[in-house]
């Protein structure tokens, strides 16, 4: 397949002997009942063989609505991916899955969601800091925050299965503004999103973080944002300018086969429209 054929939202690519692997939501299932994950895979980041179904739901496992924003990580010989569902009764949270291959079949790992049990979270991203703890840095939803979307850090078990301790607040949306604004939701009004946090280090070795929102106009972007010293203990704060602001967002960094960073994000920001884009970046 042509990239521009593949409708996916929140593209994640893994790099894996010589080969790109690309996940993401499906679109055509993104808002409402789902049942898995696909994978599509090439040399180049322009021509792809796929889709490869790499997580079927089974009888036994709950959630059936939002299957959202798989990202697949080499983690101690075998391969982790960490993906948003939403369970009736439960919520939505960020669960881990296993397999043996980035083709998986991926099966579920962990007992429910690793981000707070009864928090509406997404989007959960794996960060192991420089002593070998490994974090999920996700959103706390802005229907659970009066509005106004949060990023948190929860501490894992070193084998990725279980949270340890209570959820560390990192930022919320409004920090951002001017940078980022308000989402007019049609039926709640003014909103400030968080989405799709993603962990990463400069050209000079600084830790930052790049995460999506919305920008004037309602348009889907990227956002930057990084603690004071460069380390993940310290305070967070949104830095004051946007990475992309046309329309696209929930990315990711990934170094390619070419040598160089690249940017993956979905665009444009509607239904069916989706598609992956990869961009060139030097931060």
Not at 153 to 182: C, N, W, Y
């Amino acid at each position: 397949m042509k990239r521009e054929e593949i409708n996916i939202r929140d593209p994640f690519v893994l790099v894996h002997d010589g080969k790109y692997y690309l996940y993401g939501t499906r679109g055509a299932t993104c808002w409402g009942e789902a049942d898995g994950f696909d994978c599509y895979v090439g040399t180049n980041l322009e021509e792809f063989e796929g889709p490869f179904e790499v997580f079927h739901k089974t009888e036994e496992f709950a959630p059936h609505i939002n299957y959202w924003a798989p990202e697949v990580y080499a983690y101690n010989g075998s391969f982790y991916m960490f993906a948003t569902f939403f369970t009736d009764g439960v919520g939505r949270g960020t669960h881990c899955l296993k397999a043996d291959n980035p083709l998986g079949p991926f099966v579920p790992y962990s007992d429910g969601s690793i981000t707070p049990k009864h928090w509406a979270s997404l989007d959960g991203t794996l960060y192991v800091d420089t002593d070998g703890t490994p974090y999920t840095v996700f959103c706390h939803e802005w229907e659970d925050t009066n509005g106004d979307g949060t990023i948190c850090a929860q501490k894992l078990t070193k084998d990725l299965k279980a949270p340890v301790g209570e959820p560390r607040f990192l930022f919320q949306a409004s920090d951002a503004v001017p940078a980022v604004a308000g989402f007019q939701h049609p039926r709640k009004g003014e909103i400030f999103v968080t989405d799709g946090p993603f962990l990463f280090r400069d050209k000079e070795g600084k830790l930052r973080m790049i995460w999506s929102s919305f920008a004037e106009g309602n348009q889907y972007c990227v956002a930057l944002a990084s603690p004071e010293s460069g380390e993940f203990s310290d305070t967070w704060k949104p830095e004051q300018s946007l990475l992309f602001s046309k329309d696209g967002g929930h990315g990711m960094l990934f170094d390619g086969l070419d040598g160089k960073r690249y940017l993956a994000l979905h665009s444009p920001n509607e239904t069916l429209k989706e598609r992956p884009k990869f961009i060139e970046v030097e931060i």
